[in-house]
């Protein structure tokens, strides 16, 4: 009698790739893309292809986190030093002969157009969290010492070209894994206090340090008036402060239940610049109001908790500490772009994650979710 050998079901071919995928994560995700979608068919509808653009630069991420969430985070921490290197050293090619625009030196010309600043993000919680799984069981000052060099160099050149808003995210990243390494309040306190003073200073003496002339040294001048319009943005307008009044209003004229889908006015009369992109979180208040505000940054919420959760089950301390970064970044990334378009913080070039238009950025949040995925399936291939 013949022996009839049956090929396993599609399903269960696939089911070894989608062990990782976290359940309640890709929900989170899938719904902030929606609302990126939706608003982005709204505010982009007379921009060109910009929203066929935002949903292909969804599925290239979509491809990039189920590729990097199969790569297991042994493999991860093997990659780390390379990364770093070479992100450094594209860096200071950047700063070489890179591609200048806008008065920005950032882009690197090498067949394709990169910017090496965005390979920072992934590179330098992958290398912090590499140089403490090192040092587990006997961390010393010394060693935070040397994790805040590693954290100075691509920082620094980063803010030289100049560059804030990503200088701003790859710190961020690189503190949340030092913090969570276990640097003592001991260290934390006293710039946050010199910071805080600083930040009364400025508020009380407003007038005498904004005026024109008056040198800050270490900011451009672009950055000075970046942070004198915030605190007065309607000394200019028209013009400088043009940007976060337009963000107000917006927000303002949304209401309780927003004046509906495609319906903006702000919006689309283009009072609202760079609506694709910076400061789309104001069309999306615009449109939706209060209620969907609160149900988006109940969406962020939602995904930060999930991946300090993975974080905090991770195996080991690598997984943890890159776990934990990765995730506080969407907070920083979230935090930042409402608190810009609001007028709480100064305008930084920050997107809003799975919402603002942009292919870079994308790409890294995809990466990003990959690795969480990937800690994921470590944890669960371990306990079966």
């Known amino acids: 009698m013949p022996v009839v050998i049956k090929n396993p079901a599609w399903s269960t071919r696939l089911a070894p790739w989608l062990v990782g995928f976290d359940g309640p994560l890709v929900f989170a995700v899938v719904m902030l893309a929606c609302a990126g979608l939706a608003t982005m068919y709204s505010v982009g509808f007379d921009h060109g292809t910009r929203f066929f653009d935002h949903g ?9 986190m189920f590729v990097v969430a199969q ?6 921490m093997a990659m780390a030093v390379p990364m770093y290197t070479v992100g450094v050293a594209l860096l200071i090619a950047v700063a070489i002969f890179g591609l200048t625009k806008k008065g920005a030196q950032r882009w690197l010309n090498v067949g394709v157009v990169i910017q090496p600043s965005e390979i920072m993000k992934i590179a330098m919680p992958l290398m912090l969290a590499w140089w403490f799984q090192r040092r587990e069981g006997q961390m010393r000052v010394f060693d935070f010492i040397v994790a805040a060099l590693i954290l100075a ?47 009364i200073a400025l508020i009380v003496m407003e007038s005498s340090w904004c005026a024109p002339g008056v040198d800050w040294v270490v900011l451009h ?13 309607f000394k200019d307008p028209l013009g400088k402060g043009f940007h976060i009044i337009q963000g107000m209003i917006a927000i303002g004229s949304g209401g309780v239940f927003g004046k509906g889908f495609m319906q903006g006015t702000q919006t689309h009369l283009e009072f609202i610049p760079e609506r694709t992109t910076d400061f789309i979180y104001a069309a999306f208040a615009e449109e939706f109001g209060f209620i969907g505000t609160v149900l988006l940054v109940a969406g962020f919420v939602f995904l930060i908790f999930r991946g300090l959760l993975i974080a905090l089950e991770a195996p080991s301390l690598f997984s943890r500490l890159l776990a934990g970064s990765i995730t506080m970044n969407f907070f920083v990334y979230g935090f930042v772009n409402m608190g810009m378009v609001s007028g709480i913080l100064p305008v930084v070039g920050v997107p809003l994650p799975f919402i603002s238009y942009g292919g870079t950025a994308m790409v890294t ?5 990959g690795i969480l995925m990937a800690i994921t399936r470590t944890k669960r291939l371990i306990q079966s």
Do not use: E
């Not at 790859?170 to 006293?190: D, E, H, T």
């Not at 949040?365 to 979710?369: A, F, I, T, V």
């Open 56 to 64: 292909r630069n969804m599925l290239i991420a979509a491809v990039v």
């Open 365 to 369: 949040l995809g990466m990003g979710l």
């Open 153 to 199: 160099i691509p920082v620094g050149l980063i803010v030289s070209q100049p560059d804030l808003g990503t200088s701003l995210l790859v710190m961020a990243s690189g503190v949340f894994v030092i913090y969570f390494a276990g640097l003592s309040w001991k260290l934390i306190w006293p710039p946050v206090l010199i910071a805080s003073a600083g930040i």
């Open 221 to 233: 001048d672009y950055q000075k008036q970046r942070v004198c319009t915030l605190l007065d943005p």
């Open 71 to 76: 790569v297991s985070p042994q493999r991860l």
